[in-house]
């Protein structure tokens, strides 16, 4: 790995030095090697693929739970593999061409997950909704992001919430509920604590979640989850969406798996993944973290069942 500072915890080695890691993943020689996979042959695997051949080779309804974090549609490298902005109308086909494949590939009632900025959202929340039933939108503001001098900085991003079932789905709210201070504490009239108790760290309670999250720490360079990738996010969020939408020994599938974040998440939360990336450098970093796990498994901001506030 490269030389730096001892605080810095940021996974960043070579393709050269993560070769041992690579050799864990799953890679083909040649298409016909993907016709009518198996299960068991991806199943908990980082798959060193491109996703949109692999993806109509996959087993039917093999996912409870699919997260799709897709190239946004900037122009960004992604350590020698650039992705260029596109008209409009031509990332809208490549968005429907993406959905089409994995749309098949989630069980009846199972959920899909989509993260976008707020540009993109405006073509790829109509395409899901024409596809599939949303049942919202979650904005997450990022603390990060420049600033310009004609616009407002842009520091939210928008995750799309949709079920193949408009009715019957998984939904674990007290798995996803927030630690809220509590500025004005009530009693009733016996003198007992009103839905809040007095903690370590001050008097709380818990809350349901909105579709707004202000609690999100971006990966940066002392959190032993971070990585170069350009566009990681963090495993407080992946684990709010797979706690709420797949119960432990269910399977999470992410077929734009950049670092690994959505593998390691399910890893730590007890289900199982399927996890396509095309970058082999990026697939040698996710084995390095999901071999981390082994030695520990905490999630940053997720604390003995609870989501605590940014940096916390």
Known sequence: MKTKSKLNKTIDFSLEEGKKYLEKCVQFASLEETTSLSLNKILDKTINADTFSLLPQLPKECADLIIVDPPYNLTKNYHGKTFKATAATEYEAYTRKWLSLVIPLLKPTGTLYVCCDWKSSLLIGPLIDEMLNVQNRITWQREKGRGTAKNWKNSMEDIWFATKNKEIYTFNLDAVKVVKK????????????????????????????????????????????????????????LAKLILASSNKGDTVLDPFAGSGSTAVTAKKLNRHY???????????????????????????????????????
């Open 182 to 237: 509590v500025i004005a504490p009530y009693r009733d009239k016996n003198g007992n604590a009103k839905d809040w108790k007095n903690t370590a760290t001050g008097n709380e309670r818990l809350t349901c979640p909105s579709n707004f999250w202000d609690d999100i720490t971006i990966p940066f360079w002392s959190m032993a989850e971070n990585t170069a990738h350009p566009t990681q996010k963090s495993e407080k969020l």
């Open 274 to 312: 399927i996890s396509i990336e095309q970058n082999p450098l990026y697939c040698a970093w996710s084995e390095y973290r999901l071999e981390q796990t082994n030695k520990n498994s905490t999630i940053q901001g997720l604390e003995d069942g609870v989501f605590r506030a940014r940096n916390t």
